[in-house]
Every structure is written in C-alpha cells, then in structure tokens.
C-alpha cells in the first residue's frame, strides 16, 4: 500500500512538472500589423485582444521600448505600459497622453455640478468635469476609468465637431456615421508619438512574421442565430464571422448588430472577433408575439474597411 501511495506521488509531481514546462516554453501571442509594420506581443498583445482591439487602440506606431525605465508601445490613439509590479489585471495600463498633452482645463463651478441621480451627465470630483449623454455611454461600454481615465475637460466643438478629453483618451462625435459607431476615439498616441518621440522608433520594426502576412484589402461578414426559431420571449445569441478577400479569418474586427424588433431597433455590440474570425453576443428577446420574423442587420468593420450582412429568427410559440 505504501509504494502505491508512493508511486501516486511522483506521477502527481511529474505531472505538475509537466504542466509547469509547458506554461513555461508556450509562446507568447504575436501579430504583426502590415499597415503600420509594427509587431505587438505578449502581454500588450493579450491586452489588445480583450480590452477593445483596433476600435479603441488603433495600429502600433512603434515596437515595444524602454521609456522612463518602463516597458512602453505606442499605438495611434494610447500608450500601453507594462506594470509588472501591479496585481492581476493592472499588469498592462495605459499611459495619460491626455493629461501630458495639455488639454485639462479648469473645473466646472459649483453651481454646474449635476445632481448624484442625473440621467444625462456624471460628475467626477477627482477631475471636476462631466460625462454626458452618448460620450457616458460609450465611457461604461468600452472600458471605464481603465480604457479612458477621468475627464479633464467638458465636451466642446473642435472644428465643426464635438470632442471631449479624458486623461488616456478623446471621443469625438460621428453624426455621420452608422449608430453604434458615432462615438470614435481621436489618435492622441499619434499626436504624441510624432511630436516627441525621436522618429526612429516611428520606423518599421522588423518581424519574422512580416513576409507571412499579406494585406487585407478587403472583408466579408456572415451572421447566423443559434435558433432559427424561437419562442416569445428568452435569450438568442448572434454570431458573426469575418473573413478577408482570401477567405482567411479576420482578427479583431468589430461588429456592431441592429435587431428590429416590431417596438423598435436594439443596438447590440459585439467583442472583437477572435483569432477565427469569429465574435459572438447574447441578446434579449423582450417580449414578442407568435408570428414574427425579427431581423438582424450587422454591420462588420476592420481598419478603414466595412462589410455588411444580415440574418433573421421567426417567433413561432
């Protein structure tokens, strides 16, 4: 009996063992963008996927470097920073190109504060400014004080639109745009990096991946339901895949979905597709009568480049 427990021993430690060299060689996540030709990786790469992909970051401008004695990439709307020395999940931050570049202005008065329960504006008393209407909205889908920090100035027209800065971003309304993409993120990292980096760190990096990866100069969404059919009420689940002009998976395209429900359109947005191509969102059905058909409207979007389709489920029971 005790060499069994003892043989179930070791086989437990060189199964931990195991485990620890695999974590230990896995290599870490990499791509290589050829529109910027810079490549990200690790765990800024980790980073990109899952906090909001090119529809809050943009391309990189530069490979990662040392600034300041901290691990730094600049991307055309932020700055990552490594934080090793923080916990799980504050290991990767953004930098507050926002507050470096000058654009904080004076606190509101007193008599401007909105009331605590205010539908419209949120007021912050660490930087004493505002968020309001569509600019609050997009601030608590995409990432909050982590993605965009405090607002350190009210919103105002810059040119002919209406802008707001944040201490690691700036939104900018879109009017013109599709709903779900009127609010856009200004490139404060570009501005950054092209007026106080030395221009070198602009140039392209050079990346074992670079003569693996064409350009894609085009894209093709496909939507589908989990249920075709469905009852009155409950949950269904749309899926988008994204593909390029070969057919290859596209990765970190976002989607934005419109469901026309007979009381009126919901706007759903989903995650930036995965390594497949693929992204996927669960929605409410509300409450809907037998008999009819719902149709979903998906609008796909990858750099300067968009790809409509559209799918539908019928109301049976």
Known sequence: MRSLRWLATIALVALALTETVSAQTQTPPSQYFPQTGHTVQGDFMRFFNTRGGLAIFGYPLTEAFVQNGRLVQYFQRVRMEAHPEDPVPYQVQLGLLGSELGYATQAISAANVPSANDPNRRYFPQTGHTVSLAFREYFD????????????????????????????????????????????????????????????????????????VQQVTSIRATASLRQAVTGASGQQILYVYVVDQRDKPVQGASSHAVVRFPSGDQDVELPA???????????DLGRLNPGQLIVVQVRAAWAALAADTETSFFVWW
């Open 141 to 212: 889908a995409h990432g909050g004080l982590d993605i965009f920090g405090y607002p350190i100035a009210e919103f105002e027209l810059e040119g002919k639109r209406i802008i707001q800065y944040f201490q690691r971003a700036k939104m900018e309304w879109h009017p013109e745009l599709p709903p779900g993409q009127r609010v856009q993120l200004g490139n404060l990292g570009e501005i950054y990096a092209t007026t106080r980096l030395d221009p070198s760190l602009l140039q392209p990096g050079a990346s074992t991946l670079a003569p693996n």
């Open 273 to 283: 597709t995965d390594v497949s191509g693929h992204a996927q969102v669960t929605f």
